[in-house]
Structures are given as structure tokens and as C-alpha cells.
């Protein structure tokens, strides 16, 4: 059972690049997540969706997309990258409604890298 | 808003011995869960332990266990017989009971360093 899956695991970017975090769950997961962890500092959420065709900003959404077409994926767009958005990125997934006792469960993360 | 706090960047325990970590959460919920999440340098979030709102019982998990007191809002993980395994860096999280987002909100995080 993989659980949550990211790709790229690492990634170097030059300003104003853009690029796609993939992510996918094969827990049939309602609820996703992406965060994303700067050097020594909590995570911060970027989005989140609560099902397929439904997603809303978290704490930090500026500069990044997301959308959500199927249970499984649930991938990352940054447009135009800036040296503000290197980071680590975490995607998480949690089953809906009613769990909320249920943690989260996370990718591995993917270390982006803005020059 | 909700706010997670951890006052401890750093601590260190020697190996064998017991450490405590501190968490304060501000919220006017009455219905919310908490979490302890472990971050080794593979920078994995593996999920120590949680403690329901409701629950007067602390949680405990083997070795981990918390000081939950809803009252001055603080959620300690207690951590004994401490092994080297257990170097990382730890988070408190919080998220709403009656949520129906399931986000979380996370503190800062402690680096806890562990002495052979």
C-alpha cells in the first residue's frame, strides 16, 4: 500500500519557471492537502480540497494552484516561480467527513529550490 | 484564530532519561483534537500521538505520552526512556472537532537532539 505519493522528490527551479507537484493517495481519501515547510519553521497550508472538483485557499496561497479532477490526485502548479516559494512541500491526505480524530497522512515531500 | 505554540526551538535528553516537550493552543472550540507529529531528518511526518478534546485521559503510546489540560490550553508529550531513534524534530497540531476541512495548524516545531 503506498499511502501518499509526491513526485519530484527534489527539484531546482529558475526564477520564473514554472512547474507541477504531483500527488497522488490510493486510500480513497476525500481530503487533501498541500503545506508547505520552510527551514526550521511548523508547515503552513497552501490549499486544500475536500473531494473531487472542490478546492479552497489555506494560509499561503498566493502564487501557487491547484485543482482536483479525480479522489486520487491532487497536484500543485507553481506559474511563476519565485525564490520566496523555496521550500519543502508536503502533500497529506485524511479521510472526510466525520474523521476528524483520523491524522493525517503525509508524502515524503518534495524539496524545491528557487535560483 | 486558532494558534499553535511551541517555546522550545531546541532540546536535548540523554539517552535513557525522560524529556518533556510543551505545546499552548489558543481556541474558542470546545470540540478539537491534537496531535504530536515527529519529523526525522529523512523528513518524514510520522504521527506519534493524539489526544481527543473530550477526553480527560491523557493518551499514551508505548514509550510517549502527554499532559493534556484543556483548561490553560497545553498538550506536553512526554517522552521516556529515551533512545537515539527518537532524534527529530517534533510538531504540535491542532485542528476544529466540528471541522469539516480537517486542516491542521502547526507550531513551530522542537528539535530534540538525544545524547548516547
Known amino acids: 500500500n503506498a499511502g501518499v505519493t509526491q513526485t519530484p522528490k527534489f527539484r531546482i527551479l529558475k526564477i520564473g519557471q514554472s512547474m507541477t507537484l504531483q500527488c497522488t493517495q490510493d486510500?480513497?481519501?476525500?481530503?487533501m492537502y498541500w503545506y508547505r515547510q520552510d527551514p526550521g519553521m511548523g508547515l503552513k497550508l497552501i490549499y486544500y480540497?475536500?473531494?473531487?472538483?472542490?478546492?479552497d485557499k489555506g494560509e499561503v496561497p498566493n502564487g501557487y494552484n491547484v485543482s482536483r479532477s479525480t479522489t486520487e490526485d491532487f497536484p500543485l502548479r507553481l506559474e511563476l516561480a519565485a525564490p520566496s516559494q523555496t521550500s519543502v512541500y508536503f502533500c497529506?491526505?485524511?479521510?472526510?467527513?466525520?474523521?476528524?480524530?483520523?491524522?493525517?497522512?503525509f508524502g515524503d515531500g518534495t524539496r524545491l529550490s528557487i535560483l | 484564530a486558532q494558534t499553535v505554540t511551541q517555546s522550545q526551538p531546541e532540546m536535548s535528553v540523554q539517552e535513557a532519561e525522560t524529556v518533556t516537550l510543551s505545546c499552548t493552543y489558543d481556541?474558542?472550540?470546545?470540540?478539537?483534537?491534537l496531535f504530536w507529529y515527529k519529523q526525522p531528518p529523512s523528513r518524514q511526518m510520522i504521527l506519534v500521538i493524539r489526544?481527543?478534546?473530550?477526553?480527560?485521559q491523557n493518551a499514551t503510546e508505548n514509550r510517549f505520552s502527554v499532559n493534556f489540560q484543556k483548561a490553560a490550553k497545553s498538550f506536553s508529550l512526554k517522552i521516556s526512556d529515551s533512545q537515539l531513534g527518537d532524534a527529530a524534530m517534533y510538531f504540535c497540531?491542532?485542528?476544529?472537532?466540528?471541522?469539516?476541512?480537517?486542516?491542521?495548524?502547526f507550531g513551530q516545531g522542537t528539535t530534540l537532539q538525544v545524547k548516547p
Open positions: 497540531a491542532y485542528t476544529r472537532g466540528s471541522s469539516n476541512t480537517g486542516k491542521l495548524i
Open positions: 480540497s475536500v473531494g473531487a472538483g472542490i478546492t
Open positions: 497529506a491526505s485524511r479521510p472526510g467527513l466525520g474523521n476528524s480524530n483520523q491524522p493525517q497522512h
Open positions: 489526544q481527543e478534546a473530550y477526553k480527560q
Open positions: 486510500m480513497n481519501h476525500n481530503y
Open positions: 481556541t474558542s472550540e470546545s470540540d478539537y483534537y
